[in-house]
């Protein structure tokens, strides 16, 4: 069993920058590969991006790749989501996910098996 548990949404002004957390509970995060998910407001849950459980391998939405920065720390426990450039378009609210693998490199965009409660993300004009 793993818990997430998501911080550093928030309200902010189209083009500040923001850093989502996700700390796991465990001592087996390294074991699980990472996703970030978006739900916006009328939208259907969306992909964000991905890393393997070492951090070395990351994968992006086409439509988020450049200005999100997903990364990790074993050590923390903790996966992060730097977002750039905020747009309103980038409103919603966003999850952490886990997937257990025995695959250090690969990185997955579904069947992820933990999900956090998510945090929301607000970026006025």
């Known amino acids: 069993q793993l818990q997430l548990v998501e911080s550093g949404g928030g309200l902010v002004q189209a083009g500040d920058s923001l850093k989502l957390s996700c700390v796991a509970s465990?001592?087996?995060?390294?074991?699980?590969?990472m996703g970030w998910f978006r739900h916006a407001p009328g939208k259907e849950r969306e992909f964000v991006a991905a890393?393997?459980?070492?951090?070395?391998?990351?994968y992006y939405s086409t439509s988020m790749k450049g200005r999100f920065t997903v990364s990790r720390d074993n050590a923390k426990n903790t996966l992060y989501l730097q977002i750039n450039g905020a747009k309103p378009e980038d409103t919603g609210h966003y999850y952490c996910?886990?997937?257990?693998?025995?695959?250090?490199?690969?990185?997955?965009?579904?069947?992820?098996?933990?999900w956090g409660q998510g945090t929301q993300v607000t970026v006025s004009t």
């Open positions: 890393t393997s459980r070492s951090g070395a391998n990351t």
């Open positions: 996910a886990a997937k257990f693998t025995y695959s250090n490199d690969d990185y997955y965009l579904q069947g992820y098996d933990y």
């Open positions: 465990g001592r087996t995060f390294p074991t699980y590969a």
